[in-house]
């Protein structure tokens, strides 16, 4: 199902377009962490979400890969460059322009739902299109959803270091007040939530591995132009963080998938179901690739929480995903 244009909240669209059109560059975020809105209610409603979807078509970007969306050089409504005037994530600043407005706790609120996926290869209509789908879904129940979305819950220009400043020592105040909060975001929004949105395209096929070290520095080191296959979110440090979080709190499970992998799921089950079964039974949480090697600690600390560590979350992922093929193989 496609939302069609009157579903798109015009408050949605104009304070977009309010962020496309300023100019200011504050040296630093315009709020403090202290004051900033809490991560967990950072939620994207259904009609947010299909305002961005609109927005990002007006401007032919809809297959660009999320990093490019993010901060792609040339494209001036990348998220960092609609919210370089405040600092803050996109959600924040969408509440910051409205200023008050009617209608803005209709798009911005109380994180329900957490969306798990990599950047790496992910368009951002097929992004946009596996959230909206599953929440329409579950919005059946009569129950409005609001989904934690990194690109869009974080501030992009802090974890990219857009105020960087090589002249502070870290760990001071003004050194803190340059980087994003990783050490409670995730877990803000996490404690909010109540179930998952686990991204599994690309359910076959393979595709290169980006150059990043294991997540766990015994393994060594990955292999050079290593081709990997299966869904990119279980090769990533972040997604395993963000599986061992939610499965340590009891979250509802969703395998949510690409417009691709949706229309051509009876092809792929009837032809290539046992394809799929032993993508599923390779998956190995300890084969995580991770981007920025200072976040190892963090990472590994919190998963060692969840009883079995990596060992429970290769196993319930994969758990879920064959209980998932064996429902949609049946139907």
């Not at 609001?146 to 001071?172: E, P, V």
Request: net charge negative; charged share 25%; glycine share 8%.
């Amino acid at each position: 199902m496609h939302p069609t244009a009157a579903d798109v909240s015009p408050l949605a669209l104009a304070l977009l377009a309010e962020l496309r059109a300023s100019t200011e560059k504050p040296d630093l975020p315009i709020q403090t962490h202290a004051q900033r809105i809490k991560s967990g209610e950072r939620g994207l409603s259904l009609e947010m979400l299909r305002g961005l979807r609109k927005f990002y078509r007006g401007v032919n970007a809809l297959d660009k890969t999320m990093g490019d969306v993010c901060k792609q050089e040339g494209f001036d409504t990348n998220v960092c460059a609609l919210t370089r005037c405040t600092g803050l994530s996109l959600a924040e600043s969408l509440v910051y322009k409205a200023n008050g407005r009617d209608g803005i706790d209709a798009l911005i609120g109380h994180a329900t739902t957490f969306f798990s996926y990599s950047w790496t290869g992910t368009r951002l209509d097929d992004m946009l299109y596996a959230v909206e789908k599953k929440m329409e879904e579950l919005e059946k129940d009569g129950k409005r959803r609001f989904a934690w979305i990194d690109m869009f819950c974080a501030s992009q220009n802090l974890l990219g270091n857009i105020f960087y400043d090589a002249k502070l020592k870290k760990g001071t105040n003004e050194y803190a007040a340059r980087k994003e909060d990783t050490n409670h975001i995730f877990d803000d929004a996490i404690d909010a939530v109540n179930e998952i949105l686990f991204y599994c395209s690309p359910l076959t096929g393979e595709w290169k591995a980006p150059p990043h070290p294991y997540l766990l520095a015994d393994r060594g080191e990955p292999p050079e132009d290593w081709m990997r296959t299966g869904p990119g979110a279980a090769t990533r440090a972040w997604c395993v963080f963000e599986m061992a979080k939610t499965l340590a709190k009891n979250c509802k499970l969703h395998i949510v998938l690409s417009r691709a992998d949706v229309d051509g799921f009876e092809e792929l089950l009837t032809h290539h179901f046992f394809d799929i079964a032993k993508i599923v039974a390779n998956i190995d949480a300890r084969d995580a690739q991770i981007s920025k090697e200072e976040d190892r600690e963090y990472i590994m600390g919190e998963v060692e929480k969840l009883g079995g560590g990596l060992g429970a979350v290769t196993a319930t992922v994969c758990g879920a995903l064959r209980t998932w093929l064996a429902e949609e193989g049946r139907a």
